[in-house]
Structures are given as C-alpha cells and as structure tokens.
C-alpha cells in the first residue's frame, strides 16, 4: 500500500487516464466534423455560405470551430456541428452579425456591424449553418482503433415520421 491507503498505481493511473480521455475526445470533435464530407449535395446558397464559412480569408470560422468537412479547425469557440438543431436561424444571424449583444467579451468578431461580411454573405453563411443538423448518430470505428462518432444526415423520406 501507498500513502493513505492509495496505492502507487492509482495515483499516478487516474491523471494518466483523465489525459487519455480528453486526448479521445479531442480527436472524436475533429473525427465528427470530417465524417460528414458524405453529406447530401447543398443548394447554390448554402454552398457559397460554405465557402465564405471555410474561406480563411473571409468567414475563417474554421479559425474558432468544428465545422463538418473542415481540415484543421479550432477549438476557441463552440463546435458547429448540429447548429441548427441547437439555435434558430434568427439567432444564428444574431451572432454573426454581432455576437457582442450576447457576451461583451467574446473574442468573435462582429462580422456584419463592422462590414467584414455584406448582408448577402452573413445570410449565405447562416444558410449553410442551417443545414448542419444531429440527425442519425452512429458509432464507428476507425482504422486506429478510436471510437469516434460519426455524423451522417439523412432525408426522410415523403410522407415518413421524423
């Protein structure tokens, strides 16, 4: 036995095992959101709201965000995965064009009060943000042998219960 009835192991295993774990779930956010490259085509609009999103030079969301598909994202903001289901569009808006109405230390940059994006491409971009939903969730097992949650979004079909 160890000090206190603890053994060695225990007390040098647990802190081992906690940085196990965040290292998993770290790398099952990023595994999400690069799962979902399968997803169903996008409109004409959603697909320039994507752009806009991913284009480092414009939107950069994928400089704070998960987002589904994006290559090396950060972790600064909330995941956007599942947006939608999350948040309304109105909302979504809100915070594009100005998240300091919500928290007045926020390090996002207000995209439409300081014209960093016009109206058209905010709208563009809260477009595509509302097609990014939780809607079937499935286990998966990749080559390494991590569990990651995979994200896939379906149709329902016509006429179907959803």
Partial sequence: ????????????????????MILAGTMANVAVAQENDTA???????????DIAFNRQKGNCLACHVMPGGELPGNLGPSLVGVADRLSKERIRKQIWDPEQFNTVTS???????????????????????????????????????????????????????
Wanted: charged share 25%; glycine share 12%.
């Fill in 1 to 20: 036995m160890g000090i206190n009835g603890v053994s060695r192991i225990s007390r040098l295993g647990a802190p081992l095992l906690g940085a196990a």
């Fill in 40 to 50: 169903e085509e996008l409109g004409a609009t959603e697909q320039k709201g994507k």
């Fill in 108 to 162: 996002m940059p207000p995209f439409g009060k300081h014209k960093i994006l016009t109206e058209e491409e905010v709208d563009k971009v809260v477009a595509y943000l509302m097609t990014l939903h939780y809607e079937d969730l499935r286990f998966v097992r990749d080559y390494g042998g991590f569990i990651r949650c995979a994200l896939r979004r379906t149709k329902t079909p016509a006429g179907a219960p959803s």
